[in-house]
């Protein structure tokens, strides 16, 4: 295995999947509130890694949305999202495309354009110091209303450049896609490409319904899509892609063993699958402990990790000649 971590280490790689939220450290965190005098129910970093046992999405999201309430000026979401890159960089990644969850931030009373500014602030300095490459992903909140999500349109629209995609998280369970179907229709004439998480937890009909509805560029996580055949063909033909995320898979507990986990399967029917990490500092791991821990669970082939590599590199929503130029250092790497 230890050649295969270097491997691994070494490897070019994307990640398609990451909530910039979801990497903030307990060390940040702590550091945050300090400087900006938010309490938290937490004495020390140990007491917050111990409070991160879940055994469902919701248990997550409730200490997650707790989490980033440390996050209150410009340069608190600078911190975060350069602290990620910096990880990045130690990684061998040279492409992200990074979820926000503004409203997790605007109904606390932080201007869209506090969060916005700082995350990119921090874009553009690891293009200059790392050289890493990146997309920005707006993600509406699904347990909140349509009117919400329409509001948080109309306060990104100023910063459409700096926006590749919309995005749909949060509690998925009784928060079907049909739900947001307007919003993404009114995002994507506004220019916008879409994603969605779905059948992470919720039935493949969810799957479908942010196919057919939020007519979405890729799909985030997708595991439940393998309970339907007709749906898998579907998306074996289409190749879109599926952003997976094994350690999140594992933590909220819809793997419950990781040799069970269902990456290897979706190469075999010839679903795009990719490899991501979701919300790293929860889950306890970044891209490459995330191809790590399939590889030894699954006994992954070389030619299967570069696959997953690759996979990233072509669903990324880069130019052709931006992927061309990924799949290069893969190849000259693979060989
Ligand atoms: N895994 C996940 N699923 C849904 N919403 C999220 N927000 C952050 N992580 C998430
Ligand atoms: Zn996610």
Do not use: W
């Not at 495309?97 to 201007?111: K, Y």
Request: proline fraction near 4%; include cysteine.
């Amino acid at each position: 295995m230890n050649d295969m971590k270097t491997f691994i280490q070494k490897m070019p790689k994307a990640e398609l999947h990451l909530h910039i939220e979801g990497s903030l450290e307990p060390e940040l965190m702590f550091a945050l509130a300090r400087r900006n005098k938010v309490e938290i129910p937490f004495a020390t970093v140990e007491e917050v890694r111990d409070a991160y046992h879940f055994s469902n999405l919701q248990d997550f999201l409730d200490i997650y949305y707790q989490g980033m309430s440390v996050l209150l000026e410009e340069q608190d979401f600078y911190d975060l999202t350069f602290a990620y890159l910096s990880k990045m960089y130690e990684q061998n990644v040279i492409h992200v495309e990074i979820f926000f969850d503004p409203q997790g931030h605007t109904s606390r009373g932080v201007p869209f354009a506090t969060v916005i500014n700082g995350i990119s602030r921090a874009l553009d300095e690891g293009l200059k110091k790392y050289g890493i490459t990146s997309k920005l992903i707006l993600c509406f909140l699904r347990h909140l209303s349509e009117e919400s999500a329409f509001e948080t349109l109309e306060q990104a629209l100023p910063y459409r450049e700096k926006i590749i995609a919309v995005g749909l998280d949060s509690s998925e369970m009784g928060f079907p896609p049909a739900k947001f179907a307007r919003v993404f229709e009114k995002a994507k004439a506004e220019g916008f490409l879409a994603v969605a998480h779905a059948g992470e937890e919720g039935p493949p009909e969810y799957v479908y319904e942010a196919l057919d509805l939020l007519k979405i560029d890729r799909l985030d996580h997708g595991n439940r899509a393998l309970e339907n055949d007709a749906l898998v063909k579907r998306l074996a033909e289409s190749q879109i892609a599926l952003t997976v995320c094994p350690l999140s898979n594992y933590k909220l507990a819809g793997v419950k063993d990781m040799r069970l986990h269902p990456i290897k399967r979706m190469l075999d029917l010839g679903l795009k699958a990719t490899v991501n990490s979701d919300d790293p500092s929860y889950f306890g791991g970044y891209v490459n402990e995330n191809y790590e821990v399939i590889t030894e669970s699954l006994d992954l082939t070389r030619a299967e990790i570069l696959t997953l590599a690759r996979n990233g590199f072509e669903a990324s929503f880069c130019s052709a000649d931006e992927k061309q130029a990924m799949i290069a250092r893969l190849e000259a790497y693979g060989i």
